[in-house]
T-cell receptor, first 114, second 114 residues
Framework: AQKITQTQPGMFVQEKEAVTLDCTYDTSDQSYGLFWYKQPSSGEMIFLIY??????QNATEGRYSLNFQKARKSANLVISASQLGDSAMYFC???????????FGKGNQVVVIP | DARVTQTPRHKVTEMGQEVTMRCQPI?????VFWYRQTMMQGLELLAY????????DSGMPKDRFSAEMPDATLATLKIQPSEPRDSAVYFC????????????FGQGTRLTVV
């Protein structure tokens, strides 16, 4: 089974600053996708960004960008210009196209302070 | 506004009772996931379906849990009999290869077994 690792402790970020959330994965699959989801205190799971293993460009969605380093098997999320509403848990997820299992890491807690 | 709908949002039940959680995937989506979220285990994949057929339910305790898709607009997760350790938030997510690989989550059912 794929292993997704998010090891950073809870993070405090100053408003307007950028924050990088680490995610590494372990797989033998050649074709896969990587995702980031946000879970605010309300509990909903919000899709943020997706990166395919064969995508040559790093994915970007507004203030979110994914720093994909395939050889290192890492898919870090960068949030630029943090806002108070970014305070949440952030989950990295892996989808192997062989078995179609969408598996999640343990999450990173981010608190944005004014 | 397409969204995954889960009912009920909250459920409190006594140990030993049957619990049924329902999910209406986004219209046209042919993949449905069931997840359980707890503080200790994080997000665990219980089961997933494609075109209403179960592809993998290895994450689900078979003796008490069952998941079905009676039709394309309804997925159910049943626990019988329920136990206090089943207390968690249960999420349903749906996706379609036509919309890219992203899975979109419902708001979850918060289950408390007393």
């Amino acid at each position: 089974a794929q292993k997704i690792t998010q090891t950073q402790p809870g993070m405090f970020v100053q408003e307007k600053e950028a924050v990088t959330l680490d995610c590494t994965y372990d797989t033998s699959d050649q074709s896969y996708g990587l995702f980031w989801y946000k879970q605010p205190s309300s509990g909903e799971m919000i899709f943020l960004i997706y990166q395919g293993s064969y995508d040559e460009q790093n994915a970007t969605e507004g203030r979110y960008s994914l720093n994909f380093q395939k050889a290192r098997k890492s898919a870090n999320l960068v949030i630029s210009a943090s806002q108070l509403g970014d305070s949440a848990m952030y989950f990295c997820a892996f989808l192997g196209y062989g078995n179609n299992r969408l598996a999640f890491g343990k999450g990173n807690q981010v608190v944005v302070i004014p | 506004d397409a969204r995954v709908t889960q009912t009920p949002r909250h459920k409190v039940t006594e140990m030993g009772q049957e619990v049924t959680m329902r999910c209406q995937p986004i219209l046209g989506h042919n993949t449905v996931f069931w997840y359980r979220q707890t503080m200790m285990q994080g997000l665990e994949l219980l089961a997933y379906f494609r075109n209403r057929a179960p592809l993998d339910d290895s994450g689900m305790p078979k003796d008490r849990f069952s998941a079905e898709m009676p039709d394309a607009t309804l997925a159910t997760l049943k626990i019988q009999p329920s136990e206090p350790r089943d207390s968690a938030v249960y999420f349903c997510a749906s996706g379609s290869h036509l919309d890219g690989p992203t899975a979109f989550f419902g708001q979850g059912t918060r289950l408390t077994v007393v």
